[in-house]
């Protein structure tokens, strides 16, 4: 794996082997990540975090993971405090926080806002999430956790839930999952399906994905990936009224699991998983939003040339 300098903008700009290289990587980093060890090998380098759309796991976990590496960070979270407020474009923007820091990570509203970042950027742009587009170091700590669950990610059988439409989580998760060969069912209501170039690069690459109900989706997976309703980006605000609270995963739906399901969900969530099954042995959405630190220390240690 040789991931010096690389931008992370798309999972599909990265072969299995750096997907792997990543995920061992981050294994090294979990005492570093929780402080039980000391890490500095980002000591002198800066993180610019530009988020000009809400995140709490995100921005947060990238923070954690460049200060446990000894990066330092500079961020910026509302446009209205740049000056882009002034008319600046984001171009212009991008070029002068690339010359302030070693690495860009970038949340943007629109689609296609890192790959043009890092177009403008001498140094690596992360895509942070681009509007419904794609949040590829998500899907390197989903995929992550599926490993530390499962233990291997081959074959696994897979459920995508909620906002197939919208949600970039599960787009950038689609994208990898085809690397580890992967049984993929999709539920979602009908106007929020998945988009067709994702479910045509699935087919192409071996994994043509299966409609099904939630109850036959839950009966059968072995990981159910459930998303929320992305309201924010409903055109029409009655559109959202009409799909709002459509799946609620609970305990009584869980009766027909399998006994090792497991249930992940990016966060956050607003009522599709009840808080009861938070308390079941099902539940890892906690432990995933934690592995975002590892994670993330991994990608910006081989990104940046950290020594292990
Ligand atoms: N999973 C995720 O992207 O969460 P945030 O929006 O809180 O960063």
Do not use: W
Request: net charge negative.
């Amino acid at each position: 794996m040789d991931l010096y300098q690389k931008d992370v903008v798309s999972i599909m700009d990265f072969s299995k082997d750096d997907i792997e290289g990543i995920l061992d990587m981050a294994e090294e980093m979990v005492p570093y990540a929780k402080g039980e060890k000391i890490k500095r090998s980002l000591d002198g380098k800066i993180l610019g975090n530009l988020f000009f759309e809400p995140s709490t796991r995100t921005k947060l976990s990238f923070e954690s993971a460049a200060y446990r590496l000894g990066c330092d960070v500079i961020d910026v979270s509302e446009m209205s405090m740049t000056s882009m407020a002034k008319g600046e474009t984001l171009a212009d923007t991008i070029k002068i926080v690339d010359a302030y820091c070693d690495v860009t990570v970038l949340r943007h509203p629109y689609e296609g806002a890192s790959k043009m970042a890092a177009k403008f950027s001498d140094h690596p742009v992360i895509n942070a999430g681009d509007g419904a587009g794609s949040h590829p170091t998500q899907t390197l700590l989903d995929l992550f956790t599926m490993r530390q669950a499962k233990g291997s990610l081959d074959g696994l059988n897979i459920a995508l839930v909620g906002d197939l439409k919208y949600g970039r989580t599960v787009h950038s998760l689609a994208q990898g999952l085809t690397k580890y060969g992967m049984k993929i069912s999709l539920v979602s209501p009908e106007t929020l399906k998945m988009p067709d170039e994702i479910v045509q690069h699935l087919t192409e690459n071996g994994c043509s994905p299966r409609i099904r109900t939630l109850e036959d989706a839950v009966a059968e997976a072995d990981v159910l990936y459930v998303t929320r309703i992305q309201r924010e980006r409903f055109p029409d605000p009655s559109e959202y009224q009409k799909v709002a609270g459509v799946y609620r995963i609970d305990n009584a739906l869980l009766q027909n699991a399998k006994d090792d399901l497991i249930v992940m969900h990016p966060l956050p969530r607003v009522n599709e998983i009840a808080p009861e099954v938070d308390k079941t042995h099902h539940a890892k959405y906690f432990q995933q939003a934690a592995n975002g630190v590892p994670v993330r220390m991994a990608i910006l240690n081989a990104i940046l040339g950290g020594e292990m």
